[in-house]
C-alpha cells in the first residue's frame, strides 16, 4: 500500500496502536507536502506565463497570440466551423482531415466562439495548455507517491520539479500542441494501470475512459493504452475479479469501442477516408528504410542530449525488470514489475518516433512531439531509483550504528522535500544533487556548446516560437489582402497561420490540407542514400498540378526552389514583394496599391 492510502479513516490509527501510529506517520507527507506542490505550482504558473507572452509581438499597436503552426491549422478548423464553413480549412471544396487531434481541435471549437478577436483567442489555447500542465505535475506526484516510494525514502520532488522544468515538455504544450493533454492522459494511463494491478482495483472504468480519451485525442495513441490494457492483463489485474470490476471493463471497453467505431464512421462520412489526411501524406510513399533511417538518426540526437539522464536511468532498472531478474523476494519483484511500465512506455514512444521517421522540428528543442509527452516518466524511474538508493543507504546505517526499529523503517521526512530529520546531510546534498544533474541533463544545459543557448531558451530570453516568422506572415497576409478580395484564392506553405487571420479560400501546397498531394510519391526521390534530405511532411509538392487544377491568385509562399518560381513566371504570374501575383485574375486588384 502507498502512503497516499494510508491515513486510517475517523481515526482508526489512533484506536489501532502503534500500527496506526505509524501508518499516520507515513501519510504525513501526503498532507505536509502541500505547501511545497503549490510552491512548485505557482512556479511553473509564473515562468509559464511568461513563456506565453514571449510567444506573443505587437503588429500595428496591438498584441497578437500565435499559436505554432500546425496548431494554427487546427484552429482554423474550429474557427472554420463556427463561422459557418464546416470543418473545412480551406474554405472551398470538400473537406479533408487535416489534423491528427480531433478531441484537440474539438476543443478549440468553444474558444473560437468566444466574442473576442483572433489575436487573443490563442491565448485562450495557451492558458489551458499551462492549467494541463500543471494538473500533470499533480498527477505525477500522485504517481510517485503511490507507487514508487520506499518506506524509509518517499520523495516526490525530483520528478515534480523535472517535470515541472523540463523545457521541451512546456514549449510544445504552451504554442498550442495538444502534448500537454497527452502528458497528462499519459501520466494517467500508468498510474491507473498500476493501481489496477498494485492495490486498487476498482480502478478499471477509470483506466478504459482514460484510453478512450487518449484515443480521441490522437489514433496513434492507441499504442500507449494497449501497452497499459495488456499490462494489467499480464499481471492477473482480471484475476478472481469481482462483479463490479467485471461491469466496469465492459462498460469501459463499450465505451472504447463506441468511441473508436464513432468517430471512424464520422471520417468516412464526412471526410471520405479511412485514415486522417496526414497519414497518406507522411507514411504513403515514403519507403520505410528511409522512415528508419531518418527517425533512427533524429532519435539519436534526442539520446546523445539526454544520455546521461537516460544511463543513469537504464543502469538502475534494466536489472530490475521482472524478465532479467529472479524473483528473491515478493517487495522486489513488485517494485522491479512497477518500474517495467513507464520504461516500456517510453520505450514504445521512441520506437514509434523512429517508426513515422521523426518530426520535422527536432532542431525546435531536444526532443519531438512523439517522445516528449512521456519524458516525464522518464523522470519517475529517476526519483524512484534515488528512493531506492536513500532506502538503501538508511538501512545500511542503521544497520552500522545498531538503532532499533524495523529494517526499512523511521520517520518520513516532515514535509516530503529534503532535509527530514533522519536524513543525513551528506544523502541530501547528493539527492538535490542529482535532481540537478538530472534537470541538467534533460534540458541541454550540461553540453558547454549549446549550453549559453539553451540557458537563454529556458528564460524565455529567446522567443520561444518563430515569433518574427510569424509576425512576417501575418504582414504577407495583410498585404495580400490589399491586392485581392476575400474571395481569392490563396496558396500557401505554412498553412495554420495565414489562413486563420485571413478569410481567403486556401490551397495547401504541401498536402496537409490536400488529399490529391498527400498521396501521390514525394517530389524528389528518397532511397537510403539521401535519407536525410526527407523532412516529414514537407516532403510532396506538385505546383503543375495547382497551376493546372486550383490556378491560386496569389501564392503567399512557395516551396520546393528555383523551379518552382520558373514555373510560375512561365504562367504569367508576377512577384510583387515574397508574394506571386495573377494579373489576370478577376479577384486581384493591382492598382489599388500603386504596384507595377
Same mark, same amino acid.
Given at each position: 500500500?502507498?502512503?497516499?492510502?494510508?491515513?486510517?479513516?475517523?481515526?482508526?490509527?489512533?484506536?489501532?496502536? $502503534?500500527?496506526?501510529?505509524?501508518?499516520?506517520?507515513?501519510?504525513?507527507?501526503?498532507?505536509?507536502?502541500?505547501?511545497?506542490?503549490?510552491?512548485?505550482?505557482?512556479?511553473?504558473?509564473?515562468?509559464?506565463?511568461?513563456?506565453?507572452?514571449?510567444?506573443?509581438?505587437?503588429?500595428?499597436?496591438?498584441?497578437?497570440?500565435?499559436?505554432?503552426?500546425?496548431?494554427?491549422?487546427?484552429?482554423?478548423?474550429?474557427?472554420?466551423?463556427?463561422?459557418?464553413?464546416?470543418?473545412?480549412?480551406?474554405?472551398?471544396?470538400?473537406?479533408?482531415?487535416?489534423?491528427?487531434?480531433?478531441?484537440?481541435?474539438?476543443? *478549440?471549437?468553444?474558444?473560437?466562439?468566444?466574442?473576442?478577436?483572433?489575436?487573443?483567442?490563442?491565448?485562450?489555447?495557451?492558458?489551458?495548455?499551462?492549467?494541463?500542465?500543471?494538473?500533470?505535475?499533480?498527477?505525477?506526484?500522485?504517481?510517485?507517491?503511490?507507487?514508487?516510494?520506499?518506506?524509509?525514502?518517499?520523495?516526490?520532488?525530483?520528478?515534480?520539479?523535472?517535470?515541472?522544468?523540463?523545457?521541451?515538455?512546456?514549449?510544445? $504544450?504552451?504554442?498550442?500542441?495538444?502534448?500537454?493533454?497527452?502528458?497528462?492522459?499519459?501520466?494517467?494511463?500508468?498510474?491507473?494501470?498500476?493501481?489496477?494491478?498494485?492495490?486498487?482495483?476498482?480502478?478499471?472504468?477509470?483506466?478504459?475512459?482514460?484510453?478512450?480519451?487518449?484515443?480521441?485525442?490522437?489514433?496513434? *495513441?492507441?499504442?500507449?493504452?494497449?501497452?497499459?490494457?495488456?499490462?494489467?492483463?499480464?499481471?492477473?489485474?482480471?484475476?478472481?475479479?469481482?462483479?463490479?470490476?467485471?461491469?466496469?471493463?465492459?462498460?469501459? +471497453?463499450?465505451?472504447?469501442?463506441?468511441?473508436?467505431?464513432?468517430?471512424?464512421?464520422?471520417?468516412?462520412?464526412?471526410?471520405?477516408?479511412?485514415?486522417?489526411?496526414?497519414?497518406? +501524406?507522411?507514411?504513403?510513399?515514403?519507403?520505410?528504410?528511409?522512415?528508419?533511417?531518418?527517425?533512427?538518426?533524429?532519435?539519436?540526437?534526442? +539520446?546523445? *542530449?539526454?544520455?546521461?539522464?537516460?544511463?543513469?536511468?537504464?543502469?538502475?532498472?534494466?536489472?530490475?525488470?521482472?524478465?532479467?531478474?529472479?524473483?528473491?523476494?515478493?517487495?522486489?519483484?513488485?517494485?522491479?514489475?512497477?518500474?517495467?511500465?513507464?520504461?516500456?512506455?517510453?520505450?514504445?514512444?521512441?520506437?514509434?518516433?523512429?517508426?513515422?521517421?521523426?518530426?520535422?522540428?527536432?532542431?525546435?528543442? $531536444?526532443?519531438?512531439?512523439?517522445?516528449?509527452?512521456?519524458?516525464?516518466?522518464?523522470?519517475?524511474?529517476?526519483?524512484?531509483?534515488?528512493?531506492?538508493?536513500?532506502?538503501?543507504?538508511?538501512?545500511?546505517?542503521?544497520?552500522?550504528?545498531?538503532?532499533?526499529?524495523?529494517?526499512?523503517?523511521?520517520?518520513?521526512?516532515?514535509?516530503?522535500?529534503?532535509?527530514?530529520?533522519?536524513?543525513?546531510?551528506?544523502?541530501?546534498?547528493?539527492?538535490?544533487?542529482?535532481?540537478?544533474?538530472?534537470?541538467?541533463?534533460?534540458?541541454?544545459?550540461?553540453?558547454?556548446?549549446?549550453?549559453?543557448?539553451?540557458?537563454?531558451?529556458?528564460?524565455?530570453?529567446?522567443?520561444?516560437?518563430?515569433?518574427?516568422?510569424?509576425?512576417?506572415?501575418?504582414?504577407?497576409?495583410?498585404?495580400?489582402?490589399?491586392?485581392?478580395?476575400? $474571395?481569392?484564392?490563396?496558396?500557401?506553405?505554412?498553412?495554420?497561420?495565414?489562413?486563420?487571420?485571413?478569410?481567403?479560400? *486556401?490551397?495547401?501546397?504541401?498536402?496537409?490540407?490536400?488529399?490529391?498531394?498527400?498521396?501521390?510519391?514525394?517530389?524528389?526521390?528518397?532511397?537510403?542514400?539521401?535519407?536525410?534530405?526527407?523532412?516529414?511532411?514537407?516532403?510532396?509538392?506538385?505546383?503543375?498540378?495547382?497551376?493546372?487544377?486550383?490556378?491560386?491568385?496569389?501564392?503567399?509562399?512557395?516551396?520546393?526552389?528555383?523551379?518552382?518560381?520558373?514555373?510560375?513566371?512561365?504562367?504569367?504570374?508576377?512577384?510583387?514583394?515574397?508574394?506571386?501575383?495573377?494579373?489576370?485574375?478577376?479577384?486581384?486588384?493591382?492598382?489599388?496599391?500603386?504596384?507595377?
Amino acid at each position: 500500500m502507498n502512503p497516499e492510502d494510508r491515513v486510517p479513516a475517523s481515526g482508526a490509527g489512533r484506536r489501532s496502536g $502503534s500500527a496506526g501510529g505509524a501508518a499516520l506517520r507515513v501519510a504525513a507527507p501526503a498532507r505536509g507536502g502541500t505547501a511545497g506542490l503549490a510552491a512548485l505550482l505557482g512556479a511553473l504558473a509564473v515562468w509559464g506565463g511568461w513563456f506565453i507572452f514571449r510567444t506573443s509581438f505587437v503588429i500595428d499597436g496591438r498584441r497578437v497570440f500565435c499559436l505554432f503552426d500546425d496548431a494554427m491549422i487546427s484552429m482554423t478548423y474550429a474557427r472554420n466551423l463556427v463561422e459557418g464553413y464546416g470543418l473545412n480549412w480551406a474554405r472551398q471544396g470538400a473537406p479533408v482531415e487535416g489534423f491528427t487531434h480531433p478531441l484537440w481541435t474539438a476543443l *478549440m471549437v468553444p474558444v473560437n466562439a468566444l466574442p473576442i478577436g483572433l489575436e487573443r483567442r490563442s491565448l485562450v489555447v495557451q492558458v489551458g495548455s499551462l492549467a494541463l500542465l500543471l494538473v500533470n505535475v499533480v498527477l505525477i506526484r500522485r504517481l510517485m507517491l503511490r507507487h514508487f516510494t520506499r518506506p524509509a525514502a518517499h520523495h516526490w520532488w525530483p520528478a515534480c520539479v523535472a517535470t515541472a522544468f523540463y523545457y521541451p515538455l512546456v514549449f510544445w $504544450s504552451l504554442v498550442g500542441m495538444e502534448t500537454g493533454l497527452q502528458a497528462v492522459l499519459t501520466t494517467a494511463l500508468v498510474l491507473l494501470a498500476l493501481d489496477v494491478v498494485h492495490g486498487r482495483r476498482d480502478r478499471h472504468l477509470a483506466l478504459l475512459l482514460a484510453g478512450t480519451v487518449a484515443v480521441l485525442l490522437r489514433p496513434d *495513441m492507441a499504442l500507449l493504452v494497449v501497452a497499459a490494457l495488456f499490462y494489467v492483463l499480464a499481471n492477473g489485474g482480471l484475476r478472481a475479479a469481482g462483479p463490479a470490476v467485471r461491469r466496469g471493463w465492459l462498460l469501459g +471497453l463499450a465505451a472504447l469501442a463506441a468511441a473508436v467505431s464513432g468517430y471512424t464512421l464520422f471520417r468516412w462520412v464526412y471526410f471520405h477516408d479511412l485514415l486522417p489526411n496526414t497519414y497518406y +501524406l507522411k507514411l504513403q510513399g515514403i519507403p520505410l528504410v528511409v522512415r528508419l533511417l531518418r527517425g533512427g538518426d533524429a532519435m539519436l540526437d534526442t +539520446l546523445r *542530449m539526454h544520455w546521461p539522464l537516460l544511463l543513469a536511468v537504464a543502469i538502475g532498472v534494466v536489472p530490475q525488470l521482472p524478465w532479467l531478474r529472479p524473483r528473491d523476494g515478493e517487495s522486489d519483484s513488485h517494485w522491479g514489475n512497477k518500474l517495467a511500465l513507464p520504461a516500456a512506455v517510453f520505450v514504445l514512444c521512441c520506437a514509434y518516433s523512429v517508426y513515422v521517421g521523426g518530426d520535422a522540428w527536432e532542431e525546435e528543442v $531536444s526532443a519531438n512531439r512523439f517522445v516528449v509527452f512521456a519524458m516525464p516518466l522518464l523522470f519517475v524511474l529517476f526519483n524512484a531509483l534515488a528512493n531506492q538508493a536513500l532506502a538503501a543507504a538508511r538501512r545500511r546505517r542503521r544497520r552500522t550504528a545498531r538503532e532499533p526499529g524495523a529494517p526499512g523503517g523511521g520517520a518520513p521526512d516532515g514535509d516530503g522535500f529534503p532535509g527530514g530529520p533522519r536524513d543525513p546531510l551528506a544523502l541530501r546534498c547528493a539527492l538535490l544533487a542529482a535532481t540537478a544533474a538530472a534537470l541538467l541533463a534533460a534540458n541541454g544545459l550540461w553540453q558547454p556548446e549549446s549550453a549559453e543557448e539553451s540557458w537563454r531558451k529556458l528564460a524565455a530570453v529567446s522567443r520561444p516560437t518563430e515569433a518574427d516568422k510569424y509576425r512576417e506572415i501575418i504582414g504577407l497576409v495583410r498585404l495580400a489582402q490589399k491586392l485581392a478580395a476575400p $474571395s481569392a484564392v490563396v496558396a500557401v506553405t505554412w498553412a495554420g497561420t495565414p489562413a486563420y487571420f485571413s478569410d481567403f479560400r *486556401m490551397v495547401d501546397t504541401l498536402g496537409y490540407n490536400d488529399r490529391h498531394i498527400a498521396r501521390e510519391k514525394p517530389a524528389r526521390e528518397l532511397t537510403e542514400d539521401n535519407f536525410e534530405d526527407y523532412v516529414p511532411g514537407h516532403a510532396k509538392w506538385d505546383y503543375a498540378y495547382l497551376l493546372r487544377e486550383r490556378r491560386p491568385d496569389i501564392f503567399l509562399q512557395t516551396w520546393g526552389g528555383e523551379e518552382v518560381t520558373s514555373a510560375l513566371r512561365a504562367h504569367g504570374y508576377r512577384r510583387i514583394g515574397d508574394l506571386w501575383i495573377d494579373p489576370a485574375s478577376p479577384r486581384v486588384h493591382l492598382g489599388s496599391t500603386g504596384a507595377k
